[in-house]
């Protein structure tokens, strides 16, 4: 006798077959008379493929290059040198990275425009750049140098790195953990070569090219960072 199981009938031998293999009756079509499910169906059933996972969506990295005259930031950084004021260029690039991100919030997330410097395989991590002047961020940057310090696991938008060889031209970079941002320049006696690698699923490419020019503004018009 045929017993009813979601609005088709089905053989009892047949429903046995279905339960010892797993099969669920809603996914059964009956081929006997007015659809009735038979041992045949059960027998000839293959599952419908379920649909794979989809994979998270990683960081989508792109970069953007430019060249960046050196020449003038040189001068003024002899000139201090001469006041006995020995500013690095390390201390320019960093507050200019900040203050670009501070010109660029789409290109920023965190509130401060913290920046992350890369040093040796540490990071510094460097937040309210503007808010001071060459002077306190340079002695923030060799006490945390000075300290060993490592702020990797800090959070900040932006990571730079300077390569003192002006020859060189980078070219691709990954971008560090937990950085949207990473900036690199191979500065030369009297240009650079800036690479700039952003995660597009974070700072969209019209963010990152602003930044950029930013960023090559301040160092092309260095007296912008002493104001």
Known sequence: ?????????????????????????????G?????????????AFVPRPTAAPVAATGPQVSALAT????????EVLANFAKADMPFALDDAILRAAGCALDDVPAANAITGAPVALEHERRQLVFADIRKGSLGPARTRRLAAIEAALDQSAEPATLSIK???????RPVMLPLLPGRALRLVLSAGPTAGE???????????????????????AYLEEPLRLLV
Do not use: H, W
């Not at 800036?194 to 700072?203: I, W």
């Open 194 to 216: 800036c690479l700039l690698a952003f995660d597009e699923t974070q700072v969209n490419v019209d963010a990152a090219a602003e930044l950029l020019t930013r960023f090559k």
């Open 31 to 43: 081929s006997g008379p007015s659809g009735r499910v038979v041992a045949a169906d059960i027998v």
């Open 162 to 168: 300077l390569i003192t060889a002006g020859d060189i």
């Open 67 to 74: 060249t960046i005259a050196l020449g003038k930031l040189r």
């Open 1 to 29: 006798m045929a017993t009813a199981t979601a609005r088709r009938t089905i053989s009892p031998y047949a429903k046995r077959l279905a339960r010892e293999r797993g099969i669920a009756l809603e996914q059964l079509v």
